[in-house]
Antibody
Framework: EVQLLESGGGLVQPGGSLRLSCAAS????????MSWVRQVSGKGLEWVSG??????YYADSVKGRFTISRDNSKNTLYLQMNSLRGEDTALYYC??????????WGQGTLVTVSS | EIVLTQSPGTLSLSPGERATLSCRAS???????LVWYQQKPGQPPRLLIY???TRATGIPDRFSGSGSGTDFTLTISRLEPEDFAVYFC??????????FGPGTKVDIK
């Protein structure tokens, strides 16, 4: 059974940093691309970043501030978030990326940016 | 950037009725890379349909997807109580890689 477990969210001041983690199990992690998607308080979904092989991809809204990475030896995906802004406040999901879709999602970790 | 518009915003129906949800793209969606997800309160999105019309593993056959180009439809043939939820469409492109529609809420009439 595929499981994705996010952690690392919390309250941070504007301009601060956080690192999110996503522990994966139930599939061969190193063989699949992965993504981060965020959702503001039960509203719409916004794709944030993806990693496929050695290639990384970012939404314009986070480019230059967020860095996606993975450690295949630990079956873990990361999202380093710097220079955080109020508009980054959201529930952050990690998701397994296949072709043009996201077939499994974690339960999410909440990031709140506020002073 | 392709923008997705979903209609209606809310669909109020009774169990057993047919639901028809629309997703319209501002430009043609390449290779029919159009996807549908279902989300219930407090849960992450669940993959329903990919490639515009292929059901994901374990998805009941009352869910069907159709369409091409800029107009896509998700149909739920007979609503079951567990189908009342929010449905998002998503397209895959160049930049950004994934774009989501604003969602359609299917609620109980």
């Amino acid at each position: 059974e595929v499981q994705l477990l996010e952690s690392g969210g919390g309250l941070v001041q504007p301009g601060g940093s956080l690192r999110l983690s996503c522990a994966a199990s139930g599939f061969t992690f190193s063989s699949y691309a992965m993504s981060w998607v965020r959702q503001v308080s039960g509203k719409g979904l916004e794709w944030v970043s993806g990693i496929s092989g050695s290639s990384t991809y970012y939404a314009d809204s986070v480019k230059g501030r967020f860095t996606i990475s993975r450690d295949n030896s630990k079956n873990t995906l990361y999202l380093q978030m710097n220079s955080l802004r109020g508009e980054d406040t959201a529930l952050y999901y990690c998701a397994k990326w296949r072709s043009h879709y996201l077939d499994y999602w974690g339960q999410g970790t909440l990031v709140t940016v506020s002073s | 950037e392709i923008v997705l518009t979903q209609s209606p915003g809310t669909l109020s129906l009774s169990p057993g009725e047919r639901a028809t949800l629309s997703c319209r793209a501002s430009q043609s969606v390449s290779s029919n890379y159009l996807v549908w997800y279902q989300q219930k309160p407090g849960q992450p999105p669940r993959l329903l349909i990919y490639g515009a019309s292929t059901r994901a593993t374990g998805i009941p056959d009352r869910f069907s997807g159709s369409g091409s180009g800029t107009d896509f439809t998700l149909t739920i043939s007979r609503l079951e109580p567990e189908d009342f939820a929010v449905y998002f469409c998503q397209q895959y492109g160049n930049s950004p890689l994934f774009t989501f529609g604003p969602g359609t809420k299917v609620d109980i009439k």
